[in-house]
């Protein structure tokens, strides 16, 4: 997909507005979906809680479509509308009004009686998505999906969408991606097995249902839901609080958006390891020379076996029920290529006169990174763990993965004038390395449990974000930046041996909460007949 001449690999997570009832509270949502690495949110209308009665319309309030778009643009996420008429059966009466059962027309058909009534919900919902399509520049609306039974029923919402104003591609969502469907992804794990999969299947608009998954309220669930919670496996939760399936949606969130060299992959010749029980999927960009690896393992043991990567035959380990992605020929800043590296990339992008590459792995194993260097280069080690030796033209950097713990190797040399920045990083850690695109310039936070904002005002970069336990907090900024503010206060820092800004005191973490004594209460019997001894003795019949 080509977004203002540029490709674009689109990692979108559902959200359903009408599940989360609360506008304060998109935006926190919204915010979180943005920095765990979604470049856009898919967005499903329900027709049957803005309309109450045939004519009645209602988008105010937590039904304000026009707010949640205008807060959507805000957070930088593009938008896929899904308006129905018909959105799933995980919605009552699949989104459709109770009402159209009293009007005549077979609903979700192509009867007369009941299409008058849809085309009025498109043509409410279309006018209010008009003001916000990206192709007349006011908006993010990038997509739009029209989904009916059978040909002609989505020629005629086509056809209306279209009258309407709507000219942003249409999509249409009856075909499956596999022969078998995924379950609901409950770990880690299986999120990595999912998602790796359907990116290895060349899969260039990606859907994570659901990202956050809300509450069912009222008759909105099946009468055999065994609770209101919508999507128990969602990777924010209920509460909008992160789960460890966030991890796996992050690093290939952030590797989409900040590794180009993926947006040009497609499928390519077959590869084989040593051990049939793990699959591989191959894909390559014939242009830049660089491909990737999928690999997946079914089994209930895990696997080690050789793969055959950047002109070697690499030794590889897949957990039980896992799987893992490796990359060959990435370009990592100027002038310098992964040779390969038995870890998965995460991110590739300059930041100023810095070319900074992080890659992820699962804590206690070993990373294994090969780089291409036409000259021997000049590493310097920033962590302890780090080991590294220069052979015939390539430089094999190794580190030992460790709970919550990231490495940091600087790499210069003689052929560029440009230093590349090796992090190396466990799940836990990589889910506090936060890449952030403004308008001028990209930066890299490490450090608070979410990075909600980040703003470049003159010499100083202004962040917003949490924390849960005091952070150390450190930022790649572009030249120039010399000062940090963390929701608003000024932050203490110095320039670190990673060409970064340091603070020099940790972030604040939450406050212990005190609560109040729960004495001096006041007590009064409400009804005196309920006691044990009250005696009905004296009453007149």
């Known amino acids: 997909m080509l977004v203002d001449g540029r490709r674009l690999a689109l990692w979108s997570g559902e959200l359903h507005p009408f599940r989360l009832p609360s506008p304060s509270l998109w935006r926190d949502v919204l915010q979180k979906m943005r920095a765990y690495g979604h470049n856009a949110v898919d967005v499903r209308l329900a027709w049957n809680q803005h309309s109450p009665a045939p004519g009645a319309y209602d988008f105010t309030g937590v039904r304000d479509l026009d707010l949640f778009l205008r807060t959507a643009a805000e957070c930088g996420l593009y938008v896929v509308l899904h308006p129905g008429p018909y959105i799933g059966a995980d919605v009552d009466a699949g989104g459709l009004p109770g009402w159209l059962t009293t009007v005549g027309g077979r609903a979700g058909s192509t009867d007369p009686a009941y299409l008058r009534h849809a085309d009025e919900w498109l043509g409410r919902v279309d006018a209010v998505a008009a003001r916000h399509l990206f192709t007349r520049g006011t908006g993010t609306v990038l997509l739009y999906r029209a989904d009916a039974p059978g040909r002609a029923g989505l020629d005629l919402l086509r056809t209306r969408m279209r009258a309407d104003g709507i000219d942003v591609p249409l999509l249409h969502g009856d075909t499956p991606l596999a ?14 097995r999912v998602h790796f999969d359907r990116l290895a299947r060349g899969s260039t608009l990606h859907n994570v249902r659901t990202a956050f998954g809300g509450t069912s309220w009222g008759w909105l669930p099946a009468p055999s839901a065994p609770s209101p919670t919508y ?11 992160p789960t460890d399936k966030l991890a796996p949606l992050h690093q290939l969130g952030q590797l989409l958006r900040h590794v180009p060299d993926f947006t040009g992959m497609t499928e390519a010749e077959a590869v084989r390891t040593t051990d049939a029980r793990v699959r591989v999927r191959h894909l390559a960009d014939p242009d830049t020379g660089a491909h990737a690896y999928v690999l997946r393992n079914d089994s209930a043991a895990d696997v080690t076996s050789t793969l055959p990567m950047g002109g070697a035959d690499v030794e590889v380990t897949v957990p039980a029920r896992d799987a893992k992605l490796f990359a060959t020929g990435l370009r990592l800043g100027s002038g310098r290529r992964l040779a390969y590296a038995t870890v998965q990339p995460m991110l590739a992008m300059s930041v100023g006169r810095l070319d ?27 962590d302890e763990e780090a080991a590294w030796a220069f052979d015939r ?27 590349l920045l090796l992090i190396v990083a466990d799940d836990a850690a990589s889910l506090r ?23 470049l005002d003159g010499a100083t970069i202004r962040l917003t974000g949490d924390t849960v336990a005091g952070r150390e907090l450190e930022v790649w900024a572009p030249p120039g930046i010399t000062d940090i503010t963390w929701n608003g206060e000024a932050v203490q820092s110095g320039l670190g041996r990673a060409l970064s800004l340091m603070s020099v005191w940790p972030l604040p973490g939450v406050p212990d909460l005190v609560l109040p004594a729960l004495d001096g209460w006041r007590r009064r019997t409400e009804n005196f007949e309920s006691r044990p001894d009250y005696g009905d003795e004296g009453w007149t019949v």
């Open 179 to 192: 022969r078998r469907e995924p379950g609901p992804v409950r770990d880690a794990a299986e999120a990595r």
């Open 433 to 455: 390395l936060w890449p952030y695109e403004t308008p001028s310039g990209r930066v890299l936070v490490r450090g608070p449990e979410l990075l909600r904002e980040a703003a």
């Open 393 to 419: 033209g390539r430089l094999h950097v190794t580190v030992p993965l460790q709970e919550d713990r990231l490495t940091r190797v600087r790499v210069r040399s003689g052929d560029t004038d440009r230093t």
């Open 356 to 382: 900074i590459a992080a890659f992820v792995g699962r804590a206690g194993e070993m990373a294994h990174l090969v780089l291409d260097c036409p000259d021997e280069p000049w590493p310097t080690r920033l």
């Open 231 to 241: 999507d128990p496996n969602a990777a924010i939760d209920e509460a909008r609080r």
